[in-house]
């Protein structure tokens, strides 16, 4: 059984950073590819990023490229988003998914429970 825990989340001024962190446990991790959605209020659940198994790829959102980095490491089982130059229009909860590599949910078979990033204007 794989099982996703993301931390880092919470409440940061605009033009701030965090740093997401989702922490996989289970068998496997190497594996995976992984990517981190997030879902605004009365929105779809959207695509942020996502990093192939290996690490040699990474696809980013429009509207995060060049603020937010997806990395993986694969001695600790941990997947990280790090977001820079925060805008309030990033406010959302962020979910850690683990599956094949894409940008949409059908991809990933295993998904966290969200955490929840407040920016503030």
């Known amino acids: 059984q794989v099982q996703l825990v993301e931390s880092g989340g919470g409440l940061v001024p605009a033009g701030g950073s965090l740093r997401l962190s989702c922490v996989v446990s289970?068998?496997?991790?190497?594996?995976?590819?992984m990517a981190w959605f997030r879902q605004a209020p009365r929105k779809e659940r959207d695509v942020v990023a996502a990093?192939?198994?290996?690490?040699?790829?990474?696809y980013y959102a429009d509207s995060v490229k060049g603020r937010f980095t997806i990395s993986r490491d694969d001695d600790k089982n941990m997947v990280y988003l790090q977001m820079r130059s925060l805008k309030p229009e990033d406010t959302a909860v962020y979910y850690c998914?683990?599956?094949?590599?894409?940008?949409?949910?059908?991809?990933?078979?295993?998904w966290g429970q969200g955490t929840q990033v407040t920016v503030s204007s």
């Open positions: 289970g068998r496997g991790f190497d594996n995976y590819a």
């Open positions: 990093i192939s198994a290996n690490g040699g790829s990474a």
């Open positions: 998914a683990a599956g094949a590599y894409g940008s949409t949910e059908i991809n990933y078979d295993y």
